[in-house]
């Protein structure tokens, strides 16, 4: 039974994120910006890992993905090396939608970065003019900024410690160019929730479009078991399949953060487990 | 699946002696008891994952078998919507024939050790039988499933199971859509053509719903695989985690990959909520979400599987089918320490199988009957406190002849839990009709089909529970294999 795929290349761009490019030639093939995948460690007992398809590469048919250890799942992830097997379900959700706006102003958060910049450069080559908001913690976590600074016409970098760019969150500067004249035509933010919240929040007074890109929890991620839902303008959506892109004005973000947390504190279990798997693997390591 | 008994030291091999020291009559036949299937021990299994049920003996066996009048008009075939030749597949359990009888059952039912397990008899092959009818109760009708059942694990016991031999290849290429009953049962009429197939399967395991939804204490799952390991060996590709639309558009495998047909088994899919307040709170889910976690994702096996699973305490489940028993009962399985199922009418309405209501009950399951859910309730942090609940009475009957459920005015009540499991079905998968227009459906998402199972596309067929609706494995293989016959008719 063919289920797997190789894993090509492997690389850590920071202390929390690893970017992996993985053997997937009909993904690679059909895959549209703001689309992503599933991903499990093994066929037994993995949790299935949803993940945005950052790149691709159709004629060495690869897909890139870059994610950042949160938990137990993307850490045994993280472990896995090139050559090593891996599942991989795609692409999944539907593209985001492509045109001429005029003015797009694309808002990454951390992680958010990643799944960001395919839907920048093809708002890019759709003829937009593109402003790029790039915000993290701190400098260690700004990840995809070559690749971004490639493609806006104006690149904005924030830090939350100022330890790179402005010290201020990403809502800062995007209030500011939506009061500029005439203001954006479209907002695009991904990040994580609250940041996304918050963008929707600064970009309503302004009627300014904003699509976000939302990361509920999943299980299947075709449509079937309904644990992906949030609720948008009072109606419940599948994020799997109505989504994952949604007007980030009319979703309802209490509940969606809410239902996030969901299984918080098993994933600390879990995670903390996981540690301490990890710390006994290197004391074994060093000890052989 | 090993028999443990002896023979000698079965008690019902004494009782078979007994019955057959004179011949058995009609009047006689009728007399022998029907036999209960022996199951693990409510108390126990209700901690564990084990099989719930655990098979007739052989002496059992014989002596349920002795029951069946061998009927010349034999109803119960009718009521078998693959038409086993029940009768002879009896009639060879009567001489010990066990695997004679398994090939038998075989000729038309490619699954018989599942459907054995879950196939709604009372409704299907044993409802018509003539000694139920005789006897005044269905429940006293011959046992045809759980005969079925365990000739299916005999021949699985004895290694006796013979993979049907493939004729050299046509050069002719299937493609079929979805590993459940009805994509695995037209795979094997197809590949016995000797045309070569593909099942691209969407999940990284193989069965559908046998496999994410029906629980392993209702149906192991190394019954499956074994039945995966048949198409296998038969020479029939898996491509698993592929899902087609996404991964593929569904005309490509037609017109790119040189598939010559297609077919579409892609079962049921997003899951009816009640549309009550308070449905996305944190901890109501849908049975799909629940089982799949369970049983797929494994996350009953807490510190191996990366899966979390909602910790219960009081647990509602609403609905009434096989759906809403399998997932009240893996939740008390899990560790949830009240279960009550609601239900709007009373028992005689539930859908579920009959077997499985009983065990349900015997397990300690509570049974709200007119009963429903009008509001779910939240704490401070959003999460599912209580329901709020309105009682029903029975009225006139309605159309169908079953007295209607009306809500009695003011009756509301507010009942704690921590967990809503929503089993109240589901609508169709709509993941294939969005991603290829041409394909047409009908208003709730089904997909048309002509008598042969044909769509709207030419070489593409469908059936199961994307035509149906939510149906039963039987009907879903039944359908597979009308598309297989179909299939291999064009490619001839
Ligand atoms: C459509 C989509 C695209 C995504 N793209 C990316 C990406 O490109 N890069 C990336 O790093 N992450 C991405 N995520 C988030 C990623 O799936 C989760 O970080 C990951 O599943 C967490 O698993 P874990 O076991 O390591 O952490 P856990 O310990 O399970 O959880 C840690 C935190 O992540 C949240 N979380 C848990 N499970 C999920 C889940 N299935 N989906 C979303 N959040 C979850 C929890 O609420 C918790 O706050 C995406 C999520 C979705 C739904
Ligand atoms: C919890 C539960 C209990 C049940 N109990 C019983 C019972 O006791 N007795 C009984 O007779 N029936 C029972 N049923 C109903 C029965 O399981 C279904 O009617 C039957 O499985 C339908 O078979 P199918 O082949 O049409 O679809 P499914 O079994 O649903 O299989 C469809 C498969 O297609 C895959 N798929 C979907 N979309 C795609 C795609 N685009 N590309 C690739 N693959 C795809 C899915 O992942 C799935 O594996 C139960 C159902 C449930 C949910
Ligand atoms: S397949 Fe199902 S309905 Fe038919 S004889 Fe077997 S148990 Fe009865
Ligand atoms: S109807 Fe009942 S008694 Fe008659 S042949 Fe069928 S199983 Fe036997
Ligand atoms: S993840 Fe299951 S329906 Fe969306």
Known sequence: MHVTHRIVSKR???????????????????????????????????????????????????????????????????????????????????????????????????????????????????????????????????????????????????????????????????????????????????????????CAQTTRPFGVKTLVSLNTIMIDGTGMCGGCRVTVGDKVKFVCVDGPEFDGHLVDWDNMLSRLGAYRQQEQTAHEQCHLEMQLRTLQEERS | MTHRTDMNMDPASLELAKWRSTPLTPRTRLQIPAQDMPCQDPAVRRANMQEVALGYTPAQAMLEAERCLQCKNAPCIAGCPVRVDIPAFIGKIKEGDFLEAARIIKRTNLLPSICGRVCPQEKQCQEPCTVGKALGGVEKAVQIGRLERFVADYERAQGAVDIPRVPASTGKRVAIVGAGPAGLTCAADVRREGHEVTIFEA????????????????????????????????????????????TRPLLSLLQKDGFDAVFIGTGAGLPKFMDIPGENLVGVFSANEYLTRANLMKAYERGKAGTPIYPSRRVAVLGGGNVAMDAARMALRLGAEE????????????????????HAMEEGIIFDFLKSPTRVLGDDTG????????????????????????????????????????????????????????????????????????????????GGDIVLGSATVILAMGEGRRAAAAINEILQ
């Not at chain 1, 398809?53 to 992830?77: K, N, Y």
């Not at chain 1, 808002?107 to 970065?113: D, K, P, S, T």
């Open chain 2, 203 to 246: 999940f990284h395991k193989v069965g559908g719903v046998m496999v994410y939804g029906i629980p392993e204490f209702r149906l192991p799952k190394a019954l499956v695989a074994a039945e995966a390991q048949v198409l296998e060996t038969m020479g029939v590709s898996f491509e698993l985690s592929f899902l087609v639309g996404r």
């Open chain 2, 339 to 358: 279960v009550r199922v609601l239900y709007r009418r009373t028992r005689d309405e539930m859908p579920a199988r009959a077997e499985e209501v009983e």
């Open chain 2, 383 to 462: 999460r599912v406190a209580a329901l709020e609940v309105l009682s029903y009475e029975l009225g006139e009957p309605d159309e169908s002849g079953r007295r209607r459920p009306v809500p009695i005015r003011g009756s509301e009540t507010i009942i704690p839990f921590d967990t809503v499991i929503v089993a109240i079905g589901n609508e169709s998968n709509p993941l294939i009709s969005r991603t290829t227009p041409e394909l047409k459906v009908d208003r709730h998402g089904h997909i048309l089909v002509d008598e042969r199972q044909k769509t709207s596309i030419e070489r593409v067929y469908a």
């Open chain 1, 12 to 198: 850590q761009l920071s202390e929390e994120v690893f970017r992996m490019e993985i053997e997937a030639p009909y993904i690679a093939q059909e895959r549209k910006a703001g689309q992503f995948v599933i991903v499990q460690y093994d066929q037994e007992y993995s949790e299935r890992i949803p993940l945005t398809i950052a790149d691709a590469d159709p004629d060495r048919g690869t897909i890139t993905l870059i994610f950042q250890t949160v938990g137990a799942s993307t850490h045994r992830l993280a472990l896995k090396e090139p050559g090593d097997e891996v599942i991989v379900l795609g692409p999944l959700g539907n593209p985001t939608h492509i045109e001429n706006f005029g003015w797009a102003v694309c808002v990454g958060g951390g992680i958010g970065l990643a799944p960001l910049y395919p839907i920048a450069r093809a708002l890019k080559d759709a003829g937009n003019r593109l402003t790029v908001i790039s915000g993290a913690r701190t400098r260690d976590l700004l990840i995809m900024q070559e690749e971004l600074a490639a493609v806006a016409d104006e690149h904005i970098v924030v830090t939350d410690d100022g330890s790179f760019g402005r010290k201020a969150l990403v809502t800062a500067p995007l209030e500011e160019l939506c009061r500029r004249t005439p203001p954006p035509d479209i907002v695009v933010a991904i990040g994580p929730p609250i940041m996304m919240k918050f």
